[in-house]
């Protein structure tokens, strides 16, 4: 199923579905910010009180797993949202964050 999502699509169909709920008013980019801030420090609570070696293991408990399999999806999704709200192309960003730290910190 995943071999034919896209990052386009996905924004068009978070688009399609704030659109169809009229959220469009509310996809501000301080308030998309604002999310996504709330949804990473949810993930962050999963994550809070674990050892390092309990946070490596985060994914073999099923509930846990799935937990934290919504949250990232959440982050992600308000990011798209606000990537698509300010016109950023977020593998293009990325890729040249990539370029700049290649450059910024090159191998020793």
């Known amino acids: 199923m995943t071999e ?3 990052v386009a699509g996905l ?3 978070l688009a399609e579905f704030a659109a169809a709920r009229n959220w469009q008013p509310y996809h ?4 998309l910010v604002a999310a996504l801030s709330v949804e ?3 993930l962050v609570e999963i994550f809070q009180w674990l050892t390092p070696e ?3 293991r ?3 408990d099923a509930g846990t797993a799935h937990r934290v399999t919504d949250e990232v999806a959440d982050v992600l999704a308000y ?9 950023i192309d ?10 700049r730290n290649e450059r910024r910190f090159p191998v020793p």
């Open 4 to 6: 034919h999502l896209d």
């Open 11 to 13: 924004q068009r169909r």
């Open 28 to 31: 501000t980019p301080k308030n």
């Open 40 to 42: 990473a420090s949810e």
């Open 54 to 56: 309990e946070s490596a």
């Open 58 to 60: 985060v994914m073999d």
């Open 79 to 87: 990011l798209l949202q606000l990537c698509e709200v300010l016109g």
């Open 90 to 99: 977020p593998l293009a960003a990325l890729d040249a964050k990539i370029d």
